[in-house]
């Protein structure tokens, strides 16, 4: 059964910096793509950050670019997403998801991921 668990959120002053980790279990091939996505309460989920398992290709929302770096090791199947110069308007659950089969073409899209976290919960405020 694959599995993807996020840590590293909490509650960070505007300004500050979160690292959020994700780590897999149960992949019995490698995934195309795995990424973070967040949804504010009111507002739809939306796509941050992702990149595919092979290659470097990745994507950033640009309201999160120059700011959130996405990286991984694959040795301990953990994706990370370093999070610096944070807003309050960053404030979410921010969710892992890994695309497994490849079918959507669009990259970083929630509809093409199969695997969901449970989410971890990242506040910015003074």
């Known amino acids: 059964q694959l599995q993807l668990v996020e840590s590293g959120g909490g509650l960070v002053q505007p300004g500050g910096s979160l690292r959020l980790s994700c780590v897999g279990s149960?992949?019995?091939?490698?995934?195309?793509?795995i990424g973070w996505f967040r949804q504010a309460p009111g507002h739809e989920r939306e796509e941050v950050s992702c990149?595919?398992?092979?290659?470097?290709?990745?994507f950033y929302a640009d309201s999160v670019k120059g700011r959130f770096t996405i990286s991984r090791d694959n040795t301990k199947n953990t994706v990370f997403l370093q999070m610096n110069s944070l807003k309050p308007e960053d404030s979410a659950v921010y969710y892992c998801?890994?695309?497994?089969?490849?079918?959507?073409?669009?990259?970083?899209?929630?509809?093409?991921?199969?695997?969901w976290g449970k989410g971890t919960l990242v506040t910015v405020s003074s």
């Open positions: 990149m595919r398992y092979w290659g470097d290709s990745t």
């Open positions: 998801a890994a695309d497994t089969t490849g079918i959507v073409t669009q990259f970083c899209k929630d509809y093409g991921m199969d695997y």
């Open positions: 149960g992949f019995t091939t490698p995934y195309y793509t």
